[in-house]
Structure formats: C-alpha cells, structure tokens
C-alpha cells in the first residue's frame, strides 16, 4: 500500500464519530476546583476527567455537603489547624455553652482561674491561724498552695493527652474516662454538683447578705428608710445573677471574670491594707486557741486544715476554662493554658498571704469565725470612713456576682446537654435563658430554706477535697501510665492516697463536731443565720 493510500485509511479513522456511551452521573464541582485552571487546550484530559469524580466522591469531607451535616462543617470550620486537622469531635460540642467558642487564649485563661480561684473563701484564712498558730499555719499554707498548684498542672496536661486525640473538655468527661460510669457517679459527681451549685448557693448568700450591709452603710445610723429583708436581698442578687447570665458561652464571659477578678484583687487588697495600717487590736494574743479538752483541740485543728484546703478553688472548672481554647499539632492548647495559670495563681499568692498574714497579725485570736470581713466591721466600723467600707462591700458583691458566672457555667452545659442529645439541635434561646433562670431559681429556694448548709460546709468541703487533691493525681497514673517504681508514680500514688486521707479525717471530724455542738436547723429563716 501506498504511503498515500495509509495516510487517506488514517485520517477516516481519526475522522470517524465515536460509539455513543451514556453520559455519567453528575457530580457536584468542589469548592476548590471551581477556580482551577483549566489545559492550555482549553479542556481536560481523559484521565483527569475520569480521575475527577473518583476523588470527589472518595474525600472523605464530601458528606458535609450534605445539611444533615452542618454540625460537622461547623465543628471543623471552628478548629483553625496549621498543617492538618488534629481531632473531629462530637460535633454537639458546637452548640453547647462550654465549647461553642473554641477561640480563647492565654489573656483569658488568667481571668477566668483569677476570677475562679479567689473569693470570699479567701476571707476565712486567718481564723486558720488562730487555731494552728503562726509556723503550723505558714507551712500548712504553702504545702496546700504547692499542692493545688501540681494537682492543676496535671489537669492542664489531662485535657488532652495526646496531641490530635480525645480533648477533656469537662471534668465528669475525664473521671467516666478514668474510673468508669458508674464510679465516676459514685466518687465525682456528689463534689462536682456542691463545687458548682453549692457555690453558686453560697455567693448568693455573701452576696445578698453583703448588698444589705451595702444599705446600711450607705444609708447611715439615722436613716429612716426601711432596709429590705435578707431574703429579698437574695432576690435582688439572683435577678441580678440571672440577667448576667444571659451571655452565651464561656467565652463570651472573659469581660466578666475580668471585672471579678479586679474586684477581689482590690478588696482584698483594701482589706488587709486598712487593718494593718489600724494596728493590732487592743488584747491582741497569737497564740492557738486553747480547748477545754483534747477531742475540742483535734476539732480546732482539723477546722483550720479543713479553711486552708478549701482556701483554693476552680479546679472542677479548669478542664472547661481550656476547652474554650483551639488547639492543633504545632500549638496544643496547654501551652496558653499554662501561661494564664502562672499568672493567675502568682497574683492568687500575692493575695492570699497578705491576708492571711496580715489579718492575724492586726486581730490574733479575736478574729470573728466569719473572717477578716466581718472583723473590719466589727473592730473598725466607727474609725473607717464609709466610703472606704461601702466600696469594699460594694467589690465583694461584685465579685460575687462575676464568679457566679463562671461556677454556673458547667451546669448550664449539663441542662442544655440533655437537650441537644435528646433531640440533636441547638438550644433555642428562650430555652437556654429559662434554664438559667431555673437554675437561679432553684439556688435562691435552698438559700432560703436551708439557710444553716453554711454549718455543713466543712462536711460537704470535706467530701469534694478529693476533687481538687486526689483525683487528678489518679487520673494521672490511670491515663499516662508511668512506670511502677518511677519518681512519678510514686508521688502521685502518695499525693492521691494522701488527699484521700485527708478527705476522709476530714468528713469524720465535721461529723464529730456536728454530733458534739448540734445543728441549728431554722428552715426558711436566713435572717436568724446571719
């Protein structure tokens, strides 16, 4: 044949029509290739062509083009990771008050422990004192400051074990991870629910108490007007309490720890400041009191083991605190965790000892049993300016409401928690601020009718010590799983059984105290309590 005829057989075949084939399934572009550029020739290869839908529908991100799963773009779209995506989490999370905002930092880290760590508990320190004396009291204090401190860094490195895995958001999380379901009910449920509502309960109670002092300081000995009661003082707190908690999420609430942590800084501050620059009272003795017998002196020393324990607080909402942070391979959120931590707790120390300190020393053993508050009003309220009194007063309620923000917020996530599970959907608004008002509710009822739970704080204390001493010590071994024998075992081994110890002589001896001084049982009469 020809090199004609060849080319003329060639060029029919190349210009034959090809076998029709049925189209294929449509398949929906990417976003990402809605802009790719296209071959110089102004079309695609076969094998692209082909290659195309194969990974569009192998990519594993393609079911969140689907609405049934808005939650999980959302979830992902909230994890700014550099490099790659380190987790996928229960996209619920995404509606829920705790980790709705994943964009927190190291500034808010600090305002949040600062505002959860420091309170009116640290008001009761010196009748510590007054019980262990001077040096006991001192080294008491500082073990007990080192100990929570070591207890919250392994809650910080808890929340997420291994970079890119199962992040601890909240507390009850880790200890049905550690201990199972039904121990974690057993053992850590009862003392997360007093360190959440029990607190709430009891800042609504110095809270209120304080807005009626407030009054009476303002308003002056020759007012006529009438003070309202204590239990419509409480009100007026919860409405407050209530209206504040109508932000969001823990988050969006970084403003409000800010401003309670300010205030108990300054009155705190204010405090052992004026009472020291008033001089020791007059009889003023250092010595520990003494008891009439020795079960009287082991209840003394127990109380003033039992007000330094529960000096230091916020561990039971230091998981959530990080929760509200992003994190990924090349930046774990326990890195600005821990810088807030430093600061907040060298600011928490730079309160706590001062007054301490300073309260003994100006009152010794005349301190009141309600603390150096109550012993500024009582040894100082004629030669104390008003303004200085009703500002201090004025910083206590506000403190008291802010840290009421941060103490509400996980229970806040267990009621909207049970909605969003039942039925796989966000809290609608009206909802989520009925819950709060419920919850605000419910406090102010047991405020009212149970105004003597004050007298079992050292019973219920007693009963969530492990919380803050133990527990994280266990959960440590149990998780990270250090070698037997190692350094690390052991001190955590010893810390926790310790702290479980402590715990335990701890509630033995409030009940003791309970069965040899009685209760005060005055069912829905705060004012025969205060």
């Known amino acids: 044949m020809s090199s004609s005829s060849r080319q003329d057989a060639i060029s029919e075949v190349q210009s034959a029509p090809p076998t029709p084939r049925p189209p294929p399934p449509p398949v929906s572009t990417p976003p990402s290739q809605i802009q790719s550029p296209r071959a110089p020739s102004g079309g695609r290869s076969p094998l692209h062509a082909m290659a195309s839908p194969l990974r569009a529908m192998a990519s594993p991100l ?42 927190g930092n190291a500034y808010y880290a600090a305002f949040h422990n600062l505002s959860s760590g420091i309170g009116f508990q640290a008001l009761v ?199 509200t942070m992003p994190s990924n391979l090349k930046h774990p959120s326990h890195v600005p965790m821990w810088k807030g931590v430093k600061v907040a707790y060298a600011i928490i120390a730079l309160c706590l000892y001062p007054i301490a300190i300073g309260g003994f020393w100006a009152y010794g053993n005349q301190i009141p049993s309600n603390g150096i508050l109550s012993a500024l009003y009582k040894f100082h309220s004629r030669d104390v300016s008003r303004l200085v009194l009703g500002t201090t007063t004025l910083l206590v309620i506000i403190n008291c409401l802010t840290t009421y923000q941060i103490y509400a917020m996980p229970m806040y996530d267990n009621m909207e928690a049970g909605y969003v599970h039942k039925k796989n959907r966000p809290c609608p608004w009206w909802l989520r601020s009925g819950f709060r008002a419920f919850f605000g509710a419910t406090n102010f009822l047991i405020a009212v009718a149970l105004p003597f739970l004050s007298q079992l704080a050292g019973l219920l204390g007693g009963i969530s010590l492990p919380v803050t001493l133990a527990y994280p010590c266990f959960m440590w071994v149990a998780i990270k799983k250090p070698r037997k024998g190692t350094a690390t075992w052991n001190v955590n081994w010893a810390l926790g059984i310790l702290g479980m110890g402590i715990s335990v002589v701890l509630i033995v001896g409030n009940l003791w105290g309970l069965v040899e001084t009685g209760l005060r049982l005055n069912f829905f009469k705060p004012d025969n309590m205060q």
């Open 62 to 103: 393609r079911a969140m083009a689907t609405p049934l799963a808005s939650p999980v773009r959302k979830a992902v779209a909230g994890v700014k990771a550099v490099g790659n995506i380190t987790r996928l989490a229960d996209p619920r999370d995404a509606w829920l008050p705790i980790t709705e905002s994943r964009s």
């Open 125 to 323: 320190l010196p009748t510590a004192f007054a019980s262990l004396g001077w040096t006991w009291a001192i080294i008491c204090l500082t073990l007990a400051f080192g100990w929570q401190l070591y207890t919250l860094w392994l809650l910080v490195r808890l929340h997420e074990p291994v970079a890119g895995a199962t992040r601890y958001s909240r507390y009850m999380h880790l200890a049905n991870t550690v201990f199972g379901d039904k121990w974690a009910k057993i053992l850590a449920l009862l003392p997360l629910l007093y360190l959440s509502a029990g607190i709430c309960t009891a800042l609504i109670i110095v809270g209120g108490g304080s807005m009626k002092s407030l009054f009476s300081i303002a308003c002056g000995e020759s007012c006529q007007t009438r003070n309202l009661t204590t239990v419509e003082w409480y009100l007026v707190f919860v409405c407050a309490a209530a209206l504040l908690s109508q932000l969001p999420n823990l988050n969006s609430i970084a403003g409000v720890s800010l401003v309670g942590a300010t205030a108990a800084v300054a009155y705190c501050t204010m405090i052992w400041v004026v009472s020291v620059a008033k001089g020791r009272v007059a009889g003023v003795s250092y010595d520990p009191v003494k008891a009439t017998n020795d079960v009287d002196a082991a209840l003394g020393i127990l109380n003033g083991l039992g007000i330094i324990a529960f000096a230091f607080r916020g561990h039971n909402v230091v998981l959530e605190i990080q929760g």
